[in-house]
């Protein structure tokens, strides 16, 4: 159950979240690690839509925590049983969206690195999960990526959508597209070198954290962060 003892929308500096070490299936409040070829008996015993039946997600922050997930879906009504399998994905890795999250975080969003690959979970959704994951990522727009993604047994699968950010990525001193890191440090990172940022936010994470949950707060702390990006 540690892959479940908080999630990001509870504790904001825990982002990304707990995520597994191995594929597996997202089983209600469970994580059952294995193969993801033995899925599909997991979803046959459940009465859920088979793989070939799903839609395939790079998940590229939170999404890819089972904890995470389970909110998502059981704030929406929908089952949370869904198959999770990591892959390598040419071509991205995850950024720092130029936006503070309503739950008081800032998010991991997409950004480009070309002759790089990621190691991701990819999650099989159903028409429902989709639809729902979808109503959670206002910020963001599902599009495909460009290139299939090897599974870790060597499987290619066809290109999978990817959540792109609606508000660009941040940039480091040099002009880089920062990588995303542990949230707490990176708030940290970012309120150190932005005085406007501190000026609204406060000091601290913890105080970012608290702050932004006002709407006010939170819309000038976006603009801060689109500023620099």
Aim: glycine share 8%; proline share 10%.
């Amino acid at each position: 159950m540690e892959l479940f003892a908080d999630d990001p929308m509870a504790a904001p500096l825990t982002y990304p979240g707990r995520i597994p070490e191995r594929s597996g299936v997202l089983d209600g409040d469970a994580y059952v690690p294995g193969e993801w070829r033995a899925a599909g008996e997991l979803l046959a015993a459940r009465g859920c839509a088979p793989l070939e039946a799903r839609h395939r997600v790079v998940a590229v922050g939170s999404n890819a925590a089972p904890g995470q997930l389970r909110r998502k879906f059981s704030n929406h009504g929908v089952r949370p049983v869904v198959p999770m399998a990591l892959a390598d994905v040419p071509g991205i890795a995850p950024g720092v969206s130029a936006h503070v999250s309503r739950w008081g975080y800032v998010p991991a969003a997409p950004v480009r690195t070309p002759g790089e690959s990621s190691r991701l979970f990819v999650l099989w959704l159903d028409e429902r999960q989709l639809a729902a994951l979808d109503l959670t990522e206002p910020n963001y727009v599902r599009r495909p990526l460009t290139d299939p993604v090897t599974l870790e047994d060597g499987t290619r699968l066809p290109p999978p959508f990817v959540y792109e950010g609606r508000h660009g990525c941040l940039a480091d001193g040099d002009g880089r597209p920062r990588r995303l890191t542990a949230q707490r440090p990176l708030i940290a990172s970012l309120l150190d070198a932005s005085a406007a940022l501190r000026h609204v936010c406060g000091d601290t994470p913890e105080e970012f954290v608290e702050n932004v949950r006002d709407d006010t707060v939170r819309e000038a702390a976006t603009r801060i962060l689109q500023h620099h990006k």
